[in-house]
C-alpha cells in the first residue's frame, strides 16, 4: 500500500492554482446557496459537494478527453473544474428546469447533484466522445454507479486489445481513456462495491475508485459502516505486489491536503491510463459541512468535538493556509477570489431562477387571461372567478397551477359553448403536449435507430434447410453476428469455453477469440454492468445471466440505470444492452423461471421479448442489433433440444416487437399467451377441436411492447372471449395482458363473456415433473379453462365435466 508525500513535485503555476481556489470557493459557496433556495420554497431538495472539493479538484487536473466518470451525487466540483457544468447550470438543476440546455444532465428530470454529459446528438447519434470529457448519467441508489464503471474500464481494455476495434476512433484512442468512479465511505459496505471492486480486478481494466470518506453514512459512524473503519485496510489484500501478482494499487491520502491530493492522483491516473491497472484512492478526513442534505442537520448527530474539528480541517480552509504558508497569494488576493465567487454564484443563481421562472409566468398569464375571458363569457362567472383568483395568489407558481385551475374551471362550463371556451380548450391541449414532451418523453428511443422502426425482414426456408436443434439455430445466428460486427461480445457465466450451458455459443470462443466471447465469474449485477459501461462507449454487448430467476441479483442496476438512462437524460444517453436469459417451465422453488410480472414492473424503459422458439429468438437478435435501445430477450429453456429449421437468411431476417402472431385461427374464443406456454395452449388448442370448441391462438412475442397493432383485440371481435394464461404467479403477466388488452385496446366491447386468466399458483414450483404439473398451468387447465366459459355461455351444448 502506498502513501502519497506531502510534498508537492508537480509543475503548477500560481496562476492554476488560483484558478482551482476559485473553482472551489464558487462550489462551496453554491452549496451554500443551494441550501438557502430549499428553505425558502424555491427548490424541493438539495444535496451538495461541499467538503469534497479538493480532492475533486485535484482528480479533475489529471481527467482528460474520452475519459469517463460514474459518481454519485457530491461531484459538483469535480464537473465544474472538467468544465462540464457552469453555475447557472447548477441552479437550473436545483429548481428542475425541463429546458435541455438549462440542464444539459437531466432537463430537469433529476434532482440536483445528479451529472452527466450528453453523449448524443439532437438527432440521438452518437458524437465524438473522444472530443469531450464525459460523464455516466448519475443514479441516487448507493453503490449503484459501480457495476456501471466496470463496463466503461473494461470498453478501455477491448477497444485496446482489439484491433477490429481500431478504426472506432469516436469512442476510443488504443483503450488509453480511464473510467473514473467515485464513492462515499458508507457506501463501500453494499455489495456492489465489493462486486464491482473484485470484477475490476478479475480484469485488470483502467478503473479508478475515489472513495470520499467523511466519516459517516447520513448519521451512522464509520464503526458501525466498515470492519476496522477503513475501506483501504480491508482491501489491502487487493494490492498488487512486486512479484508481478495481479490487482489493484491503493492509495491514501488526506483529503485537505491539496499537494498530496495532487501528486496521488497524477500517480494513480499514470498507473491506470499506462498500465491498465485498477486503482483506489482512499481520500480520509473528509467534512461535510452541511451534513447529508437539506433534511436535516448533521449537528444532530455530530459531537462538538467532532464538529470543531471539521471547521479546523475544512478543505478550503487548509487550502488557503497552504498558499499563504508558500506565498502563492496575498490575503488580499484571496479575499477578492472569495469575494468574486460569492458574487459569482450570485448572479448564477438570479440568472438561472430568472430564465426557469420566465416561461412559467408567462404560461400563468396566459391561462390567468383566458380564465378571465371565460369567466366573463360563461353562467358560472363566480365559481370560474373563484378559481382564478386563487390561482393569481400563487406567488411562486408552477406548471401544474396553471392546469389544475383550467381543468376545475373546464368543469362548470362543459355544456356551455362559445369562443372563450374553445380557446382555453386550445391552450390547454397544447399546454398537455408540451408537458409530456417536457416530463413524459423518452422512456424508449425517439431516433431512427428505435427497435420499433427496424423493417421486419422474413425468415426464409427451402426444401434444403437443415433441420437441427433449437440450440443450434441460435450459435448460427451468434456466429453470422460476430462476424459481421466487431463491436459484439457476449459475457456471462459459462459462455465462453463451454459455449454456455445450452450450447448456443459452442465453438464460438475458440473461432472469435477470447475478447469476443467470455467467461465471467459467478456476478450478475456486474455482468449487467459489465454491459451497460460498455454500451454506453458505443459496443454491443450481450450480457448473459444464466436463469431468469437469478435476474433478481442485477434487477435493481436494470431498472435504475439502463432503463431509465434516456429518460432520465432526455436522450442525452443510451445504452443498447442486450440481456439474455433463459426461463420458462423450469422446476424447483429456485428454477421456476416465470417472474415476469416483476420484471415488466421495474423496468420500463427497456424491451422484454419472450420469443417461443429459438428462429424467434434469433430474429430478435438480429432485431435489437439493428437497434439502440436495451432489452431482455428470455429463451424457452425446454426448447434448446427441440427441432427447428434454419432460415436460409439467418443473418439477415429481423422479427418485428410488438407485433403479435396468431398460431392458429379460430372463432370462438382467443388464447392468449407466450413462450414454452405456446406449445400447452396449441396442444389444448387440438384437444379442445375435438370437443367442437374452435380456438384462435396467439403468441404475443413481445410484453414491452405489447401488440401496438391491437391484432388481440381484433381477433377479440370476432370470438367475443378471451383467456390469458402463462406462468407467472396470479396477476402477473396475465394480468397485464389483460390490462393492456381489455382496457388499454378498449376489447371490452367486444365481450360476451369474463375475460379469464389463467396463471400458475401463487407459490414457486416445487422441484420434480409433478410439482411442475400441478403449479403450473398445464393441458388439462387450459383445456377446462376455456371449456367453463363455453359452458357458460352454451351450458346446454358444453355441460360440465365434473
Given at each position: ?199 475490476g480486478g478479475v480484469l485488470q481494466v483502467p478503473m479508478l475508485v475515489s472513495v470520499w470518506d467523511d466519516g459517516y453514512g447520513i448519521s451512522v459512524p464509520a464503526e458501525y459502516q466498515t470492519t476496522k473503519g477503513s475501506i483501504s485496510e480491508i482491501l489491502a489484500g487487493f494490492q498488487r505486489n512486486a512479484e508481478g501478482e495481479q490487482g489493484y494499487e491503493i492509495f ?219 440450440r443450434e439455430v441460435l450459435q448460427a445466428c451468434f456466429d453470422a453476428i460476430l462476424a459481421r460486427d466487431p463491436r459484439v461480445f457476449a459475457i456471462g457465466e459459462d459462455v465462453g469455453k463451454i459455449g454456455d450451458v445450452n450450447q448456443a455459443f459452442a465453438g464460438l470462443q475458440e473461432k472469435y477469440g477470447e475478447l469476443r466471447v467470455t467467461d465471467t465469474g459467478i ?107 436495451p432489452a431482455i430477450v428470455i429463451e424457452c429453456l425446454n426448447g434448446y433440444r427441440l427441432k427447428e429449421r434454419i432460415p436460409n437468411n439467418i443473418a439477415e431476417f429481423t422479427v418485428p416487437l410488438g407485433k403479435p402472431e396468431i398460431l392458429r385461427e379460430g372463432s370462438d374464443v382467443t388464447i392468449v399467451t407466450y413462450g414454452s406456454m405456446c406449445r400447452i395452449v ?121
Amino acid at each position: 500500500m502506498q502513501t502519497a508525500e506531502v510534498s508537492i513535485t508537480q509543475k503548477l503555476t500560481a496562476e492554476e492554482i488560483l484558478q482551482d481556489y476559485r473553482i472551489g470557493w464558487e462550489s462551496r459557496q453554491a452549496s451554500l446557496a443551494g441550501r438557502k433556495e430549499v428553505f425558502m420554497g424555491k427548490a424541493k431538495f438539495g444535496i451538495f459537494g461541499d467538503g469534497k472539493e479538493l480532492p475533486q479538484l485535484a482528480m479533475a487536473k489529471f481527467f482528460q478527453n474520452g475519459d469517463f466518470r460514474s459518481g454519485y451525487y457530491r461531484d459538483q466540483t469535480f464537473m465544474f473544474a472538467i468544465g462540464e457544468l457552469t453555475l447557472q447550470q447548477y441552479f437550473a438543476q436545483l429548481y428542475a428546469h425541463t429546458d435541455v440546455e438549462a440542464d444539459p444532465s437531466t432537463a430537469g428530470r433529476a434532482m440536483n447533484g445528479h451529472f452527466g454529459t450528453r453523449s448524443l446528438d439532437e438527432e440521438g447519434n452518437w458524437k465524438n466522445l473522444m472530443e469531450q470529457k464525459n460523464s455516466s448519467s448519475d443514479i441516487s441508489p448507493t453503490a449503484a454507479q459501480m457495476p456501471r464503471l466496470v463496463g466503461l474500464a473494461y470498453a478501455s481494455k477491448l477497444y485496446r486489445q482489439n484491433p477490429d476495434l481500431q478504426h472506432l476512433q469516436q469512442f476510443s484512442v488504443n483503450g488509453n481513456e480511464v473510467a473514473f468512479g467515485t464513492i462515499g465511505n458508507a457506501s463501500t459496505s453494499e455489495g456492489m462495491f465489493f462486486e464491482a471492486i473484485n470484477a475490476g480486478g478479475v480484469l485488470q481494466v483502467p478503473m479508478l475508485v475515489s472513495v470520499w470518506d467523511d466519516g459517516y453514512g447520513i448519521s451512522v459512524p464509520a464503526e458501525y459502516q466498515t470492519t476496522k473503519g477503513s475501506i483501504s485496510e480491508i482491501l489491502a489484500g487487493f494490492q498488487r505486489n512486486a512479484e508481478g501478482e495481479q490487482g489493484y494499487e491503493i492509495f491514501k491520502v488526506k483529503g485537505w491536503d491539496y499537494a498530496a491530493l495532487c501528486e496521488t492522483y497524477e500517480a494513480a491516473v499514470r498507473v491506470c491510463r499506462e498500465q491498465h491497472v485498477p486503482v483506489l484512492v482512499h481520500v480520509e478526513e473528509v467534512t461535510q459541512p452541511q451534513g447529508h442534505s437539506t433534511s436535516g442537520s448533521h449537528e444532530r448527530y455530530k459531537s462538538k468535538e467532532r464538529l470543531d474539528w471539521e471547521a479546523e480541517f475544512d478543505c478550503l480552509k487548509k487550502m488557503r493556509e497552504w498558499i499563504l504558508a508558500n506565498d502563492i497569494a496575498t490575503t488580499e488576493q484571496l479575499d477578492q477570489i472569495e469575494n468574486e465567487a460569492k458574487e459569482a454564484v450570485k448572479v448564477a443563481r438570479t440568472n438561472a431562477w430568472n430564465t426557469f421562472d420566465a416561461g412559467i409566468k408567462e404560461d400563468h398569464a396566459v391561462a390567468l387571461q383566458l380564465l378571465d375571458n371565460l369567466a366573463a363569457a360563461s353562467e358560472h362567472i363566480t365559481e370560474i372567478a373563484t378559481i382564478t383568483e386563487e390561482l393569481r395568489k400563487v406567488t411562486v407558481p408552477i406548471r401544474s397551477d396553471a392546469v389544475r385551475a383550467v381543468r376545475k374551471a373546464l368543469r362548470y362550463v362543459r355544456d356551455e359553448r362559445n369562443a372563450a371556451k374553445r380557446e382555453l380548450v386550445g391552450w390547454l391541449e397544447q399546454t398537455i403536449g408540451e408537458n409530456a414532451d417536457r416530463f413524459n418523453s423518452y422512456l424508449y428511443s425517439q431516433s431512427e435507430e428505435s427497435a420499433l422502426l427496424v423493417e421486419e425482414v422474413k425468415a426464409e426456408f427451402d426444401d434444403n434447410s437443415p433441420v437441427v436443434d433449437g440450440r443450434e439455430v441460435l450459435q448460427a445466428c451468434f456466429d453470422a453476428i460476430l462476424a459481421r460486427d466487431p463491436r459484439v461480445f457476449a459475457i456471462g457465466e459459462d459462455v465462453g469455453k463451454i459455449g454456455d450451458v445450452n450450447q448456443a455459443f459452442a465453438g464460438l470462443q475458440e473461432k472469435y477469440g477470447e475478447l469476443r466471447v467470455t467467461d465471467t465469474g459467478i456476478r450478475e449485477c456486474t455482468i449487467v454492468g459489465q454491459g451497460i459501461g460498455a454500451a454506453l462507449r458505443g459496443l454491443r454487448p450481450i450480457t448473459e445471466i444464466q436463469y431468469l430467476d437469478y435476474l433478481l441479483y442485477a434487477i435493481q442496476i436494470l431498472s435504475d440505470d439502463v432503463a431509465c438512462l434516456q429518460y432520465r437524460t432526455k436522450g442525452g444517453q443510451k445504452a443498447p444492452l442486450i440481456v439474455r436469459t433463459r426461463g420458462h417451465r423450469l422446476e424447483g422453488i429456485w428454477h421456476s423461471g416465470s417472474p415476469i410480472g416483476m420484471i415488466l414492473n421495474s423496468i420500463r424503459g427497456m424491451h422484454v421479448l419472450v420469443p417461443r422458439d429459438m428462429t424467434q429468438a434469433a430474429g430478435f437478435y438480429n432485431t435489437l442489433l439493428k437497434a439502440d435501445e436495451p432489452a431482455i430477450v428470455i429463451e424457452c429453456l425446454n426448447g434448446y433440444r427441440l427441432k427447428e429449421r434454419i432460415p436460409n437468411n439467418i443473418a439477415e431476417f429481423t422479427v418485428p416487437l410488438g407485433k403479435p402472431e396468431i398460431l392458429r385461427e379460430g372463432s370462438d374464443v382467443t388464447i392468449v399467451t407466450y413462450g414454452s406456454m405456446c406449445r400447452i395452449v396449441m396442444e389444448a388448442a387440438r384437444q379442445l377441436e375435438e370437443f367442437g370448441i374452435s380456438a384462435e391462438v396467439i403468441d404475443v412475442q413481445t410484453l414491452l411492447p405489447f401488440d401496438i397493432e391491437h391484432i388481440i383485440s381484433d381477433s377479440i371481435r370476432k370470438t367475443n372471449r378471451v383467456l390469458f394464461t402463462d406462468e407467472d404467479v396470479p396477476g402477473g403477466a396475465s394480468a397485464f395482458m389483460m390490462q393492456q388488452v381489455v382496457d388499454e385496446q378498449g376489447a371490452w366491447r367486444w365481450l360476451d363473456s369474463k375475460p379469464q386468466c389463467l396463471a400458475a399458483q401463487a407459490h414457486r414450483p416445487p422441484y420434480g415433473s409433478d410439482g411442475d404439473y400441478f403449479s403450473k398451468p398445464n393441458t388439462e387447465d387450459v383445456f377446462e379453462a376455456v371449456y367453463d366459459i363455453m359452458h357458460e355461455a352454451d351450458p346446454e351444448k358444453y355441460p360440465t365435466i365434473y
